[in-house]
C-alpha cells in the first residue's frame, strides 16, 4: 500500500453489534484519493435508491485522505458521507479540528456504520481496538457535554471525541455532529443519521505513525509550506477574525443576507463583525497542523455564567445575525452555543428561522402557530427560544426539524421567501448580482452550499465584462479544486486565502504516497468524483429543474444598497445553465453523457445510468 493510508477501513454494523475490517479496493487511492472520494463510492455501491437516508440501510461513511495527521498545512480534516435526510440525494460533510488526523494515528483511514443499534452506544476507537459501548447515561446530554463527561469519565483529555446532541438523537434534519469542542461536520444532516442508528459518539485515541513515501522530499516541501504561509501580508487579519471579517466585506458589496434575503446590507453589520468580535476574543484556535488558527474563543458573560464559543465565524453570524436582523453580537455568540451544544446546524437554522420571522411579519404565520412567541426580526430571545424547541422537536420547532421542505409543506405561503436548493438552506451569500454564485449554489451536488464554489467575488468584480462561459468555467473548476482538498484530507483556506500555489497538494500527494501525479492529474480525478454524486443524485430524481435558485432572485430586486434594482434574469440564468451543462459534458437535462462518464474511467457508472433508463 501507498504511503499516507492506513490500509484499513473499519466497517461496524450496529444492528449485528459486528466489527471488521476491510482493505481499501486497490486502485481507490489512484482513483478516488480519500475522503469524500472514496465515500462517495461507498455509497454508490452500498445504498440503494429507495434506502430511507434515516433507517437501517442507510451507512455513513467517516473518511481521512491520504495527507490528513500529517505535516501539512490543516492537515485534520476528515469527511462524512451519506444520503442526506433533508435532501434525499448525496450529501458529505467535512470537520475539521483532530479526530482524522487521531483516526488515521489509531490504524485506519476510514469507517463506517450500518444498521440501528437496540441501545444507545458510543464507538471507542482505541489504537487498533474497537469496542461498541453503552452509552445510556450520555443519551439526552448536549453535544459539548458529552464531549467534556466522556474525556473525564475515560480520564483522558487527549482523546477526540465526535458527538451529537439531543437535535441528532430527535432526528432533526439539519442536525451536525460536533467535534473537539465546536468544530462541527454541520450540514446536510449528518447528526440525524447518527441519531437514527442510536449512536451518540465516537471516541478516537492512536499512537501510530503514518507511513510517508519520500520523507526528506515531503519535509523539504512542508517546510516551503509554512514559509510561505507566515510571510503571507493576510495572515495576520486571519489569525485575528477568521472568517468573521467577511461580514463587513459583504456587507460593503451588498450581499449580505439581511431579514431572510429581503435585503442585501444591514445597517448595524460592524456590531456583529469581526472588529467587534476581537473585543470578546481570548484566544486564537487552531484545527490539527494549522498556522492559520482561524478559530476565535469568545468569552461573554450571561448573568453569573460564561458562554464560551469557538466562532462564530462568518456563516454563523450572517445566518443567526442578519438574516435574523440580530443586531448584537453577544446574542449571536448564545445562539451559536446553543447550537453547538444542541448539536444543529447553524446556517439551516438561521435560514429556517429568518424565514418564519417573514412570515410572521407578512402574515403568514401567527402566535397560534408560534406558541405565543412573537418571531420578528431582531427578537433575539425569540430565536434563542426557537433553537431550543427545534432541537427538543416542541411546538413550532418540531416542524422546522422537518428542514425548509417540511416549513414550506405546512405553510404554502412561505415557498416564494425560501431560500434554498435541492431542499438545502442556501448558506450567506445573496446572489441577485453574481449569476457565477447563483450557478455555484443551484448545481452544487449537496444542495445551496457555499462549499464547492466561491465565485462571488470575482463575479461582482467582473459583472457585464463577463461571459456566461467564462462564470460557468470558473463554478466548474471551484467544483473541482475545492473537494479536492476534502478529498486529500487539508482544509482549503491557506489555497484560497493566503494564496497558497494549488500545485504544492499535488507535490505533497507525489511525496506522501509514491504516487507520481500532478495537480491536472488530481483535478481530473476530483472531475469523475464530481460526474459520480451527480450520478448518484440523477438515479434519485434530480434534473435541470433542481439547479434553479430560488424564486426570490428572479422575482424581488435588491430593495436598498450598493446593488439597488438587481435582479437576476431567468433567460441569462437558462444560458448560463446551458454552458455549464455542455462544459461538464452533461446532456441538456444534466445528466453525464456515456461519453464523458467514460472519459473519467466511470464505464459502471454509465452502464448503471442506462439500465436506469437516465441516458
Ligand atoms: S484555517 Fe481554520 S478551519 Fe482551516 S484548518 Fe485552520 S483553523 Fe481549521
Redesign the pocket.
Known amino acids: 500500500m501507498n504511503g499516507g493510508y492506513m490500509n484499513s477501513i473499519l466497517r461496524i454494523d450496529l444492528s449485528k453489534s459486528k466489527i471488521s475490517e476491510e482493505k481499501p479496493v486497490e486502485d481507490w487511492a489512484v482513483k478516488y484519493i480519500g475522503g469524500r472520494g472514496w465515500g462517495a463510492r461507498k455509497v454508490w455501491e452500498e445504498v440503494g435508491v429507495e434506502v430511507n437516508p434515516l433507517g437501517p440501510d442507510n451507512l455513513i461513511f467517516f473518511g481521512s485522505g491520504p495527507l490528513t495527521g500529517l505535516l501539512v498545512p490543516?492537515a485534520?480534516?476528515m469527511s462524512i458521507v451519506s444520503i442526506s435526510p433533508a435532501t434525499g440525494i448525496y450529501a458529505d460533510s467535512s470537520v475539521?479540528?483532530a479526530f482524522g488526523a487521531e483516526l488515521k494515528q489509531a490504524g485506519y483511514d476510514a469507517f463506517t456504520l450500518k444498521g440501528v443499534s437496540k441501545k444507545p452506544v458510543y464507538i471507542m476507537i482505541d489504537d487498533g481496538d474497537v469496542e461498541i459501548r453503552d452509552a445510556k447515561e450520555y443519551w439526552g446530554l448536549g453535544a459539548l457535554t458529552t464531549e467534556e463527561r466522556l474525556k473525564k469519565d475515560l480520564g483522558d483529555n487527549d482523546v477526540h471525541v465526535l458527538s451529537i446532541g439531543p437535535a441528532g438523537e430527535n432526528l432533526v434534519k439539519f442536525a451536525c455532529m460536533t467535534s473537539d469542542y465546536g468544530?462541527n461536520a454541520g450540514r446536510t444532516g449528518m447528526g440525524a443519521i447518527m441519531g437514527s442508528k442510536r449512536v451518540k459518539a465516537i471516541v478516537v485515541r492512536g499512537f501510530k505513525d503514518i507511513p510517508i513515501a519520500d520523507v526528506d522530499k515531503f519535509m523539504d516541501i512542508a517546510y516551503e509550506s509554512y514559509r510561505t504561509i507566515s510571510e503571507n501580508e493576510f495572515l495576520d487579519i486571519?489569525q485575528r477574525q477568521?472568517t468573521l471579517q467577511v461580514i463587513e466585506w459583504a456587507n460593503e458589496r451588498g450581499v449580505l443576507p439581511t431579514r431572510n434575503f429581503q435585503e442585501t446590507s444591514f445597517e448595524q453589520a460592524e456590531e456583529i463583525g469581526g472588529d467587534k468580535m476581537e473585543e470578546v476574543k481570548t484566544t486564537d484556535?487552531?484545527?490539527?497542523a494549522?498556522p492559520?488558527?482561524?478559530?476565535n474563543y469568545c468569552v461573554i458573560k450571561e448573568g453569573d455564567t460564561k458562554v464560551v464559543v469557538e466562532g462564530p465565524e462568518y456563516e454563523t453570524a450572517a445566518m443567526l445575525g442578519s438574516a435574523c436582523g440580530i443586531t448584537d453580537l453577544k446574542t449571536v455568540i448564545r445562539a451559536n452555543n446553543l447550537c453547538d451544544d444542541l448539536g444543529i446546524d447553524t446556517i439551516s437554522s438561521g435560514n429556517l428561522i429568518g424565514l418564519l420571522m417573514e412570515a410572521y411579519e407578512k402574515g403568514i404565520i401567527n402566535k397560534e402557530d408560534t406558541g405565543g412567541i412573537e418571531l420578528k426580526f431582531g427578537n433575539g430571545e425569540a430565536l434563542l427560544k426557537v433553537l431550543g424547541m427545534i432541537a427538543r422537536r416542541e411546538g413550532i420547532g418540531d416542524i422546522i426539524a422537518g428542514g425548509v421542505k417540511a416549513v414550506t409543506e405546512r405553510w404554502k405561503d412561505t415557498k416564494p421567501l425560501a431560500m434554498q436548493t435541492k431542499g438545502l438552506e442556501q448558506s450567506a451569500y445573496d446572489t441577485r448580482a453574481s449569476p457565477g454564485m447563483a450557478l455555484a449554489y443551484a448545481t452544487c451536488d449537496v444542495g445551496a452550499h457555499h462549499s464547492r464554489a466561491w465565485v462571488i467575488s470575482k463575479d461582482l468584480e467582473m459583472q457585464d465584462k463577463w461571459t456566461a462561459e467564462d462564470r460557468a468555467r470558473l463554478v466548474i473548476y471551484h467544483q473541482h479544486i475545492r473537494p479536492l482538498f476534502d478529498c486529500l484530507g487539508v482544509?482549503?483556506?491557506?489555497w484560497i486565502e493566503l494564496s497558497l500555489d494549488e500545485s504544492i497538494y499535488a507535490d505533497f500527494y507525489t511525496t506522501v504516497t509514491g504516487i507520481k501525479t500532478t495537480l491536472k492529474e488530481l483535478l481530473e480525478r476530483s472531475e469523475a468524483i464530481y460526474n459520480l454524486t451527480r450520478a448518484i443524485n440523477v438515479v434519485r430524481g434530480i434534473s435541470r429543474a433542481d439547479d434553479y435558485p430560488p424564486e426570490r432572485v428572479f422575482c424581488d430586486p435588491v430593495p436598498s444598497g450598493p446593488l439597488k434594482g438587481k435582479l437576476l434574469q431567468r433567460e441569462e440564468y437558462d444560458e448560463l445553465l446551458d454552458t455549464y451543462y455542455r462544459l461538464r459534458g452533461w446532456n441538456d437535462k444534466g445528466i453525464p453523457t456515456k461519453e464523458t462518464l467514460t472519459r473519467l474511467g466511470l464505464e459502471d457508472v454509465s452502464l448503471s445510468l442506462e439500465k436506469n433508463g437516465k441516458i
Open positions: 490543516s485534520g480534516k475539521g479540528g468544530r486571519w477568521g484556535r487552531a484545527c490539527f494549522c492559520m488558527t482561524c478559530g482544509c482549503r483556506l491557506e
